[in-house]
């Protein structure tokens, strides 16, 4: 069975780092053609895509969020983990993670964790 | 960037009717005078996005032939035919033509 899931702390403090976590199953970044992305969503508001990782370790982030964000791929193989600095209350999001195929034929996301809300409060 | 505009941003439609949903980008999508990079995902009442479409035509594995996408360069229509209650949630277009891939507003689906 193939999963992914997100994991991290559920509150963050303004101007503190968060780290989130996907963890994944069944299937291998180390593949050719795949990647695995994060995306969020403020409530009640529309998707927005944060940053991506593809199987030969190229990064790629939201040009408007680049400047706090890292993503990273750990040795294993089967975990990517984003952090973002200097967090603030408009950072509020449900954050997900996803895994996508992308060839010069295809590009999408076939899979989705179930997404991990992180509120920004003091 | 990118930008994905789609219309209408709601709509009502009665069981066993037809619904169709607009995408509009500001730059074409088309790569390779061939391959579209639109894909269309429904966000249903209180779960993740799930894919419809890839590559502005192609129905993902699973998805029911109810469900159809058409269009190139920079007009995409998705268009939903014999809407079941099933159907209702957050219909969104978003390109991967180019990083950062980015998604339309979202338009919400409801059953009358």
Redesign the interface.
């Known amino acids: 069975q193939i999963t992914l899931q997100e994991s991290g702390p559920t509150l963050v403090k303004p101007t503190q780092t968060l780290t989130l976590t996907c963890t994944f199953s069944g299937l291998s970044l180390n593949t050719g053609g795949t990647a695995v992305?994060w995306?969020r969503q403020p409530p009640g508001k529309?998707?927005?895509?944060v940053a991506?990782i593809y199987w030969d370790d190229d990064k790629?982030?939201?040009?408007s969020l680049e400047s706090r964000l890292t993503i990273a791929r750990d040795t294993s193989g089967n975990q990517v983990v984003l952090t973002m600095n200097n967090m603030d209350p408009m950072d509020t999001a449900t954050y997900?993670c996803a895994h996508m195929l992308?060839t010069?034929?295809?590009?999408?996301?076939?899979l989705?964790?179930?997404?991990t809300l992180v509120t920004v409060s003091s | 960037d990118i930008m994905m505009a789609q219309s209408p941003l709601s709509l009502s439609v009665t069981p066993g009717e037809s619904a169709s949903i607009s995408c509009r980008s500001s730059e074409t999508l088309l790569k390779n005078s061939r391959y579209n990079y639109l894909d269309w995902y429904v966000q249903k009442p209180g779960q993740s996005p799930q894919v419809l479409i890839y590559l502005a035509s192609t129905r993902a594995s699973g998805v029911p032939d109810r469900f159809s996408g058409s269009g190139s360069g920079t007009d995409f229509t998705l268009k939903i035919s014999r809407v079941e209650a099933e159907d209702v949630g957050v219909y969104y277009c978003m390109q991967v033509r180019q990083t950062p891939f980015t998604f339309g507003q979202g338009t919400k689906l409801e059953i009358k």
């Open positions: 992305v995306v529309a998707l927005e895509f991506l790629r982030y939201s040009p997900y992308s010069d034929t295809t590009g999408y996301f076939d989705w964790g179930r997404g």
